[in-house]
């Protein structure tokens, strides 16, 4: 996937007494550059490839709203709808992540969530054209039920055209706004933050940071003397804390970023998976 564009959004804890935690409607985007990677989302989406974070024992609650209901399905209809001639940068899909804040979507009965869900499905055909809808699938194997729907990026001339349909940060900011209005409102869900400091990123800076190397710097910070007689010197208790606290962080950091890494190199396995297979 490229180019990923997300909001993440959720409540803050509030004391006894106050408002209630805000809900908020959750679309993020994503773009998807190969047949490639197409397939292994669709591996992903299907569970037709090994899905880690997912709980086997609740995959037959997933439920497949649009669509066949097998990968190699979705990609015979991407290929009958797909142009003649492709640009070797095209954009081939459009993945759309549907959610909500997760004790929201807890809260919902199971009616509730698969008609928000299909509130969304019908708001994304209505954008991009129903005939472009190719698959949307909701994931309830998961920590928090949502739904992944992939789009063809169709513009009015059949062409592949993802920067038409979705380019810009002025375009993504009124989705944003316009979906949360028309399918989040009904339910309880409002818009995040407008201009948050939400993470955006592409795909070559999530790789970028993968790979770079992180030295696992586990050295002590140096004591603090003080001035003249020691005055302003850190104590034995207090040096102990900072130290231990520079230690855990560093190893956050590590440990961040190797499952970052792990991550990101499985995404590139099952791409490079489904390539050889088509060949």
């Known amino acids: 996937m490229s180019d990923v564009v997300t909001d993440f959004s959720k409540g803050m804890q509030v004391r006894s007494g106050s408002r209630p935690p805000r809900s908020f409607a959750i679309l993020r985007v994503g773009k998807i550059k190969t047949k490639g990677?197409?397939?292994?989302?669709?591996?992903?989406?299907?569970?037709?490839?090994?899905?880690?974070?997912?709980?086997q024992s609740r995959m037959a609650e997933?439920?497949?709203?649009?669509?066949?209901?097998?990968?190699?399905?979705?990609?015979?209809?991407?290929?009958?709808?797909?142009?003649?001639?492709?640009?070797?940068?095209?954009?081939?899909?459009?993945?759309?992540?549907?959610?909500?804040?997760?004790e929201k979507v807890h809260a919902m009965g199971r009616d509730e969530q698969n008609n928000y869900f299909r509130s969304a499905l019908d708001w994304l055909k209505d954008r991009h054209g129903a005939e472009n809808v190719l698959s949307a699938v909701v994931h309830r194997d998961e920590t928090t039920p949502h739904m992944q729907v992939l789009v063809i990026p169709l513009d009015a001339r059949g062409k592949l055209n993802a920067r038409e349909l979705v380019g810009g940060k002025d375009k993504l900011r009124q989705m944003q706004t316009d979906f949360a209005r028309?399918?989040?409102?009904?339910?309880?869900?409002?818009?995040?933050q407008e201009r948050s400091r939400a993470t955006h990123q592409t795909i070559q800076e999530y790789y970028g940071r993968a790979s770079t190397p992180v030295e696992a710097d586990f050295s002590l910070p140096e004591r603090r003397k003080g001035a003249v007689r020691g005055l302003g010197g850190e104590s034995d208790r207090e040096w102990q804390e900072r130290a231990s606290r520079a230690a855990t962080e560093r190893l956050a950091h590590l440990t961040a970023h190797l499952t970052e890494a792990s991550g990101t190199l499985r995404r590139e396995m099952e791409a490079t998976e489904a390539v050889l297979g088509q060949t």
């Open 62 to 102: 997933n439920l497949v709203l649009k669509g066949p209901g097998t990968a190699q399905g979705v990609m015979e209809a991407w290929d009958a709808r797909a142009p003649e001639k492709i640009r070797k940068n095209a954009v081939h899909a459009l993945e759309y992540f549907v959610g909500g804040s997760p």
């Open 182 to 192: 028309d399918v989040g409102q009904p339910f309880g869900l409002e818009r995040g």
């Open 37 to 55: 990677h197409l397939g292994a989302a669709l591996g992903h989406n299907y569970r037709e490839r090994d899905t880690p974070n997912a709980d």
